[in-house]
């Protein structure tokens, strides 16, 4: 270049900035029908124009909420064989499939933006992706399997149903129907400790035993308090989330006491009571280093749950490998047929 200046683009880079400065007001247009879609509380689609962190971040929590669906099946799976009775067996059987199930849905609305689930396993199989805390904990009675299905799953429908409002359609959409299969899984949970209340003395303190493990772990299951939840600020703006972590929590311990009630349970909390000033149950203090512990991978379950899961995703090759192998010998035959 004739020129003294260093700092004179070359053409190619100049039509290269031209194209990006178009691509910016580009952006700029899209962002703004985009910002326009949030405020009008419309939802997004995959085919819409997204930021990139909105994507990331709803990439983020579907996945993550599809492995616990997928890891939550185990606690409970370790009871099938042992259900009381055939009622019982039929009715667990129906639950932990539903959960199955509620996975699959949600690795599909995950797949609508652009990942694959090969690679969302990968990631959960790996120990890089995060599930729900409360599934690493043991299931060391029947009476947990009623538990479970009063509190993890009564705490879960908390947390879900306002993710039927969630900006993303296919998150919005598989919400609704997993939450009408939740509210299934925590009656028949409600019920089944009701039953055991009624009965001995041995299946009240099983009871009793199941509730005093599981309070604390659930009420973590929320999440940290607001002031420590680094995505909770751009997830409320974009609709993802819609209530907070702790106003969830509140809703769940104001709605879970007088169930408690009925049941005739004590929740372990000597803190907890009424507090006619605020309208809501005063509780007590969360043990936040237990949680953050367990979500890291030390609690009592993570490794066993992780290897079952890897185990029961390496058993499960020779059927996929047959599924490839089947849709490949149809697409010959079709184009044969075709031909
Ligand atoms: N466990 O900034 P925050 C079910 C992580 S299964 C582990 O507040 P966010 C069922 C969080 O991911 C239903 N990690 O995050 C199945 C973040 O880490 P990253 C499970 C947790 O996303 C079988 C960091 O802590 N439900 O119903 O704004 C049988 C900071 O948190 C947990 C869902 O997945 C936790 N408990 O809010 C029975 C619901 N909590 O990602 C029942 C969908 C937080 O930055 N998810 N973390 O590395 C959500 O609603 C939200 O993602 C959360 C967290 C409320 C969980």
Redesign the pocket.
């Known amino acids: 270049m004739y020129t003294q200046a260093l700092d004179i683009p070359e053409p190619r880079q100049q039509v290269r900035e031209a194209d990006a400065s178009k691509a910016d007001g580009l952006d700029a247009q899209r962002q703004t029908q985009f910002d326009t879609k949030i405020d009008g509380d419309r939802k997004i689609e995959p085919q819409d124009w997204m930021p990139e962190a909105y994507r990331k971040t709803l990439l983020?929590?579907i996945s993550?909420?599809a492995h616990?669906?997928i890891v939550?099946?185990l606690p409970?799976g370790n009871w099938i064989s042992r259900a009381p009775s055939l009622k019982r067996k039929a009715i667990l059987l129906a639950k932990v499939q539903d959960?199955g199930g509620h996975g699959l849905y949600l690795y599909s609305a995950a797949e609508t933006l652009g990942t694959s689930r090969d690679s969302m396993l990968d990631a959960l199989h790996s120990g890089k992706a995060?599930?729900?805390?409360?599934f690493n904990y043991p299931t060391l009675t029947w009476a947990d399997v009623g538990t479970?299905g009063w509190l993890?799953?009564g705490a879960?429908i908390m947390?879900?149903v306002p993710?039927c409002r969630c900006s993303f359609g296919p998150y919005a959409r598989a919400m609704i129907r997993i939450c009408k299969e939740?509210s299934f899984?925590q009656r028949q949970g409600f019920e089944n400790l009701l039953t055991m209340m009624k009965g001995t003395l041995s299946q009240r303190e099983m009871v009793q035993d199941a509730v005093n493990r599981w309070w604390w772990p659930v009420l973590?299951?929320?999440?940290?308090p607001d002031g420590d939840?680094?995505?909770?600020a751009l997830?409320m703006r974009w609709g993802i989330?819609r209530i907070s972590?702790d106003d969830l929590r509140q809703k769940f311990v104001d709605a879970t006491v007088p169930q408690a009630q009925i049941l005739g349970v004590t929740l372990p909390d000597p803190d907890l009571k009424w507090n006619a000033e605020r309208g809501h149950q005063g509780y007590g203090a969360i043990d936040w280093d237990e949680f953050w512990a367990v979500?890291n991978g030390n609690g009592p379950c993570n490794k066993e749950r992780l290897a079952t899961r890897v185990k029961a995703h390496a058993d499960g090759q020779w059927v996929r490998d047959a599924a490839l192998a089947h849709a490949a010998k149809k697409r010959v035959r079709e184009i044969k047929e075709a031909a």
């Open positions: 983020r929590q993550q909420h616990s669906e939550g099946m409970e959960e995060k599930y729900s805390s409360i479970i993890v799953d879960a947390n879900q993710i939740e899984h973590a299951m929320f999440g940290p939840s680094p995505n909770s997830g989330k972590n979500v």
